[in-house]
């Protein structure tokens, strides 16, 4: 139903989350990333709540398995919760309930973590690790990456329909935060079709924020 991966860029202290579900809007309810704290995803059966929960304590001084073992340990159902988290030290650690559906598969790397439930393959999240290692490029480019590779393996048993994008760097509002909340094509395809064309622009929303009197136009009526 869900695969995911959760990554911190070493070289920038950006955090980072992709995600792709059969379900639609999947991005709205299980990607969760806070600058300079850490990146996390509560996915199937969801609880978003469990993502604020997991930054909050990694905000508190926890590390990502210390996180993920309490926030399991305040759940009230935890048997039926996926996690993946990520912290500032790139450590990572991963969570899946026994009642949670279908094949559940997880793997941790270098500052990047993956899961995934209702897999084509057990071996997507561990191929997800290592395009994301293996990738170059801005940390929005490795994420998709990894997400496309995940598609090459099959992704879900059956067709994926929404995906998202979630950057954070070092500010409190998203550095990007790309949505497909639905698509009867590809709509990881979708997302990294919006990531080519949001990323040339994507330092001048930022700047826009700081000090617009130094932001770049683009030349389009009534932009923001």
């Excluded at 059969?22 to 300079?36: E, L, N, Q, Y």
Aim: hydrophobic share 45%; glycine share 10%; net charge negative.
């Amino acid at each position: 139903m869900t695969f995911s991966l959760v990554a911190r860029c070493a070289e920038t202290g950006q955090f980072g989350m992709a995600i792709s579900s059969s379900s639609p809007a999947v991005a709205a309810r299980c990607a969760f990333a806070r600058a300079g704290i850490g990146a996390a995803a509560s996915q199937n059966i969801t609880n978003p709540g469990l993502g604020d929960l997991l930054l909050d304590l990694l905000a508190s001084g926890l590390s990502a398995p210390e996180a993920v073992a309490e926030a399991v340990r305040q759940e009230r159902f935890p048997d039926y919760r996926q996690l993946l988290c990520i912290d500032a030290q790139g450590r990572t650690a991963t969570w899946s309930g026994a009642n949670a559906l279908g094949v559940w598969g997880a793997a941790e790397g270098v500052n990047v973590a993956a899961g995934g439930n209702l897999l084509a393959d057990k071996a997507i999240p561990a191929a997800m690790v290592t395009t994301f290692e293996q990738a170059s490029g801005h940390l929005g480019d490795r994420l998709l990456a990894a997400m496309q590779a995940a598609l090459a393996l099959g992704g879900e048993a059956g067709p994926v329909h929404s995906a998202g994008l979630l950057i954070v760097g070092h500010h409190s509002w998203p550095l990007a935060e790309l949505r497909c909340d639905w698509e009867e094509g590809d709509p990881i395809a979708h997302i990294a079709r919006a990531w080519e064309i949001y990323k040339p622009q994507m330092e001048a929303y930022q700047t826009r924020a700081i000090d617009p009197r130094a932001a770049p136009s683009y030349g389009v009526p009534g932009e923001t």
